[in-house]
């Protein structure tokens, strides 16, 4: 396995990517770019959409559309026009977009967009984990989850039994009961700890972006641990893939035969000699891996 730098631009906060099977192309978010890209690696086709507010990540939709959330609720991109159109606001008793916005997200089997939040500055833990599905009278938006800074990590398990959810600056992955019927989640518990930063001490970096393969395996970018681990379902290190860049962000799986890993990366804070490296903060990487993962959920609209 050899880890290739992508022939894209740095991201200033690369997130949320993912692979779209009918378009062959890979997606995600430059939160801080305030921008959508697309890159076809067949062509080397780059497009962009540029954004109102953050986009703290994105999911396919039917008909050309990416459902995304943004600081102050859930969207929809006509990637064709470039049309944006409000699904849902947060609720603004619930969602101070002044400290909040959301941040990592993906949809289940189901067709609904789960999205967590991020709070700036970290004062309380008062992020939290929504979902947004489509009703016959529109869309409805539920809170499920809080008690969080930076929500990151979502990922559900290839049986739907378990949903993860991580809680970045706490250095901790949880894990939820899913019921994929209903989407109600239940019996919280952590399920991966991590050690945090010491002076003077090695550094593993603390867990954002996560993606599951097709044998429950949970893949997960480390911030400022400049690498991948890949998690048995049981929370064990299997892998470590080390990265160029000290803080990647987020994984998904790609290619046809869902076995290029794909890895998005941070600029946006780092110092200046990570910035202006030969292969700089921000860089998009792949890499061939033995298991495939699970393949992109589209949001039902």
Known sequence: ??????????????????????????????IQGFSVHAWTPATGQHRHWKMP?????????????????????????????GTLTCLALLPADQHNTQTLRLNDGRCDTAGRFWAGSVITPRTAPDAALWCL?????GYTVRHMAG???????????????????????????DRFDFDVQTGAIANRQPWARFDRKVDGQSYGGRPDGAAVDLEGNYWVAMYEGACVLQLSPEGDVLQRIEV???CPTMVCFGAEDLRTLYITSARAGRPVDEQEAAIPAGSLFSIEVAVAGLAVNFFNC
Do not use: K
């Open 53 to 81: 507010s953050e986009p703290g990540c994105c999911a396919p939709a039917s008909g050309g559309q990416l459902v995304i959330g943004l600081r102050d609720g859930f969207y929809l991109l006509n990637t064709a026009t």
């Open 133 to 137: 599905a489509a009703t016959e009278d």
């Open 1 to 30: 396995m050899t880890l290739q730098t992508l022939p894209l631009p740095p991201s200033e906060l690369g997130e949320s990517p993912f692979w779209h099977p009918e378009e062959n192309c890979l997606y995600w978010c430059d």
């Open 244 to 246: 160029p860049v000290q």
């Open 147 to 173: 008690d969080n800074f930076t929500a990151n990590g979502l990922a559900f398990s290839p049986d739907n039994r378990f949903m993860y959810w991580s809680n970045t600056p706490e250095h901790r992955i």
